[in-house]
């Protein structure tokens, strides 16, 4: 049997891509959902102008392994997805389904103190 080849990325609404966003948190396991604390999770169409221009994503907060007794009354971490460098490195849909699903996990694992190389080792680089 001869495989077919993915089909090319069409366009792809905002919306679509927010739902796709959505359908990745759905499959962070409830164990560690359950554990995230004052974050949100939000997208952008491109990183801020002091950034990279092909950052996927980006986690700005306080890591809850860093978050003592006096941690209280801030304003909640953000979790940033980029939706057009995301777009720009992923030639079939199957394949922004799992850049966006690395991309959240990774931001995640920030928010839960890992640090970039451990992702890596983990393959979330």
């Known amino acids: 049997m001869v495989e077919t080849p993915p089909e090319p990325l069409g366009p792809l609404s905002a919306a ?3 739902d796709l966003v959505a359908a ?3 499959r962070v396991p409830s164990e560690l959902a359950d ?3 004052n974050c949100v999770v939000l997208v952008e169409d491109r990183p801020p102008e002091d950034a990279p221009d092909d ?3 980006l986690y700005e ?3 809850l392994t860093e978050r003592g007794e006096f941690y209280s ?3 909640p971490d953000r979790i940033y997805v980029f939706r057009e460098p995301i777009l720009a490195i992923c030639e079939t849909f199957d394949d922004v389904v799992e850049e966006v ?3 959240v ?3 995640i694992a920030h928010h839960f103190g890992i640090d970039d190389d451990r992702l890596h080792e983990l393959g979330y680089a």
């Open 35 to 37: 554990l995230m604390d």
């Open 61 to 63: 907060g306080i890591p």
């Open 105 to 107: 996990v990774h931001e």
């Open 24 to 26: 990745a948190l759905d």
């Open 73 to 75: 009354a801030v304003l």
């Open 16 to 18: 679509q891509f927010d």
């Open 55 to 57: 950052l996927l994503g």
């Open 101 to 103: 699903h690395i991309t």
